[in-house]
């Protein structure tokens, strides 16, 4: 599929540690998006605000989109299920499927990165024996890379 997917925004936003303004937004050519990546950064935006509404763009991304980026929009849902609706289980259950599809995929990248996001749950837990178990796992693929 041409044009710029779900992979590309989730990691402009992330390597950026970009958070989206209104002005952002508007100088997005949209027209470069491919149809889940424009869900992508709706869902990205809406989500920076708090809005819930962000779970429907989502939804949205992963029906429409490559195996690929639906493997990204679900690691943005684990991260907002997370800090938006504050359902460590949940987001813990998303992220470890991350985890599988990026394997499946071969993107040791999203892999390490959905590892991390596990690790970060469980340290708010307070689950300090499962966040290490998910630090070294991400240490190692960050090795392997």
Known sequence: MDGIN???CYLYLRDSSCTMTDEECS???TSWLT???KAFMSAA???QRGDKRALNFLELAENCGTAEELAYARHLEAALT????HDHEEAI????????L???LGDRELEGDALKGISMIYESLGDAKAKEMYEREFAKVREER
Do not use: C, D, P, S
């Open 45 to 47: 935006y809406l989500g």
């Open 93 to 100: 259950r998303i992220g470890k499927e991350v985890v599988g």
């Open 102 to 104: 990026a394997r499946n």
């Open 35 to 37: 149809e889940a990546a």
């Open 27 to 29: 100088r997005w050519n």
């Open 82 to 85: 997370f800090t938006l609706l």
């Open 6 to 8: 779900a992979r590309h």
